[in-house]
């Protein structure tokens, strides 16, 4: 597989034990399963107690990338893991849907806050969701950061 110049860098970090992973760009087939093997690989070597995956930076979904994501939630699952999809935009959203892409068995949230209080808290609905008591510094998770370079394949 050929792969181009043209890199991306994601960073993951942990922040309440959970995987954040934001991507802020449109992401090439490619691109996204080295992001997918990145996380499993995190997923098996961290003990977290769920993983985000922030897409509100990607406006265009096709059926291939949504896929991807989709196996992505599914082995992260498989791992013992919950995970959310988050910042979904509009045209993402109706594409999706557009294309009946399957949707069912994921779980996702509208901001980056709601997402983790899902997993930090194991409420299953959004809209179930209360503000969260306010940790004090000795109770709050240190923050760490990983890059990743994922790179678009020739086109």
Known sequence: MTISSQSH????HETQR???VPIQEEL???A???IQQQILERVHARPLIGVVIDLAGVQIIDSALWTTFINTSRMIKVMGVPSVLTGLNPGAVASIIDLQLDCDEIETAMQLEDALT???RGCPNPSELAPA???TPAEA???TNTAIDASNDAQ
Not at 9 to 12: G, P
């Open 133 to 135: 008591p306010e940790a």
């Open 28 to 30: 090439s087939q490619t």
């Open 118 to 120: 899902m997993l930090t």
């Open 9 to 12: 860098s994601i960073t993951m």
């Open 141 to 143: 998770d240190p923050t």
């Open 18 to 20: 959970c995987l954040v």
């Open 32 to 34: 996204a399963v080295i």
